[in-house]
């Protein structure tokens, strides 16, 4: 089973390269922001809880993303693997990733770190909001989702170093270019 983690600030292009991981690669895309967005548009309960949590810009409580997860992940039949997008955010979310994925007989196979300034960031979220209209791509939730991730996910980075996991990649650039970047690294653990 190949699992990657993709991880990055929000606009650092996680969902982008996903799409194309996933082509390349046969892998699931779980996206913590997709499966919540969903939730929030068919009105469920869990959607209710979670769209106050976003609109303030904050982060799901561990709990419920780990069971959420744990439940979409046995639901993949016949899976080459999984690419996780949005999550682990914390170090406890990725130590319950690690035990989740170890009581399956599995591991993270790498941590893609995609790395752009916030500078860029901030123009990449505000054209992203008035393109699609997501409420949550405005300049005062994106300032506070930032400092959420500055101050929460960051330290994720080192655990994942540890881990022998992390891998840089340079966020900034073309597309394409930064695909080949991931290619080289997926490719490297997946021989």
């Known amino acids: 089973m190949l699992n990657i983690v993709i991880f990055g600030a929000p606009g650092s292009g996680k969902g982008t390269q996903s799409e194309y991981i996933v082509r390349k690669y046969g892998l699931h895309h779980v996206s913590t922001g997709d499966v919540l967005r969903a939730e929030l548009k068919d009105g ?40 996780f997008d949005g999550f682990p955010r914390t170090i406890a979310q990725a130590d319950a990733l690690k035990k989740m994925l170890t009581t399956r007989g599995q591991d993270v196979s790498v941590m893609l770190n995609l790395e752009v300034p916030e ?13 699609t209209g997501r409420t949550d791509d405005n300049e005062e939730t994106i300032k506070n989702r930032l400092t959420v991730y500055h101050s929460q996910t960051t330290p994720v980075i080192d655990w994942y170093k540890r881990e022998g996991k992390h891998r840089h990649i340079d966020g900034i650039g073309t597309k394409e270019r930064i695909f080949r970047d991931i290619c080289e690294v997926v490719d490297a653990v997946n021989d």
């Open 44 to 83: 469920t309960e869990l959607g209710k809880i979670a769209k106050g949590y976003m609109d303030e810009g904050k982060l799901l409580p561990d709990d419920l993303i780990v069971h959420m997860l744990a439940s979409k992940l046995d639901g993949l039949k016949d899976s080459k693997g999984v690419i």
């Open 119 to 131: 500078d860029e960031l901030m123009t990449r979220l505000i054209k992203r909001g008035r393109e």
